[in-house]
């Protein structure tokens, strides 16, 4: 892996550490950790020693502010702001990961950040987090899955509010919502994660993926689709144990 600047990426005993690493900046999202962050998820997707991760903020103020306004609309052209997205698409990315992913949340968790944590699986969230998507107020809309990922997280009537108020939620109201998992302290955030990583990464990691793709991709579709997605799935596991048991 590269030397990164404003990300840290660390693997300790089966978990990856991915560290959002611009406390001077809130850690807002900008293209340098949109480059670094890429390669980091491309590492946690096809490295098998990695078998859960867990996403952070530097710093004792944020896990993300959002994206870097000093970047904002910088793009040359919005053709050249496409053929970027195109080559490097990492809320596409993401998303495929079959492998868990975990957000540990303090801070300011804005825009972007947001966005970051709901391509997680499992949000914990310490009690001095901060959640709001002020992106109506810069007269734009989420574009890092979050119009797509918040609703499907927290319901469309939230969702909207949220969204189309600008209003910032505090870490207990997050819960409320369904936005986090858990609100913990600030010292247990890093433990609370770990705990949950810990867990997991004692299951098979086959049967971890393919129950995480038979509720992540079985959301997207009909109940009927969904039990035929369920279907498939677990006879490729039994296929695959089979095939295990014979060797
Ligand atoms: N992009 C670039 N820099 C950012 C940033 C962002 N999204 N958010 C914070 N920073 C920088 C500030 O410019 C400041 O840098 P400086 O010390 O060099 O002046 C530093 O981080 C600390 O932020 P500051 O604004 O001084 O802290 P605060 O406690 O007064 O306010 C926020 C914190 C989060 C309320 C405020 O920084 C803010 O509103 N940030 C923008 C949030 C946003 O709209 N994000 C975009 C979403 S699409």
């Known amino acids: 892996m590269g030397n990164f600047e404003v990300i ?14 611009r406390p001077q900046a809130l850690n807002a999202y900008n293209l340098q950790m949109r480059d670094e ?22 710093g004792d103020r944020a896990f993300c502010a959002g994206a870097d306004l000093t970047e904002f609309l910088t793009a040359p052209s919005p053709t050249i702001a496409r053929q970027v997205r195109w080559e490097r ?33 499992i949000r914990v969230a310490s009690e001095d987090a901060r959640f709001g998507v002020p992106e109506m107020g810069l007269g734009i809309i989420p574009a890092a899955g979050g119009s797509q990922t918040l609703p499907r997280v927290i319901g469309r009537a939230h969702a909207l509010e949220v969204l189309l108020t600008g209003r910032w939620i505090n870490a207990e109201e ?3 919502l369904k936005l986090v998992n ?54 490729c596991l039994l296929t695959s144990l089979a095939g295990k048991k014979l060797n």
């Open 8 to 21: 840290i990426y660390e693997k300790q005993d089966n978990v990856g550490y991915v560290t959002l690493n």
């Open 37 to 58: 962050l890429y390669q980091v998820l491309a590492a946690i997707k096809d490295d098998p020693e990695v078998k859960v991760a867990i996403f952070r903020g530097a």
């Open 89 to 121: 698409d990492v809320w596409g990315l993401f998303l495929s990961i079959t492998k868990p992913l975990i957000a540990a949340l303090h801070g300011y968790v804005l825009g972007d950040g947001v966005e970051i944590a709901l391509c997680c699986d």
């Open 174 to 176: 997050a819960c409320h």
């Open 182 to 235: 858990q609100v913990v302290s600030r010292d247990d955030l890093l433990p609370a994660a770990e705990r949950l990583a810990n867990k997991i990464k004692t299951y098979s990691p086959v049967a971890i993926s393919y129950a995480k793709q038979a509720i992540t991709r079985g959301l997207d579709l009909s109940l009927e689709q969904g039990l035929e997605l369920e279907t498939k799935l677990g006879d």
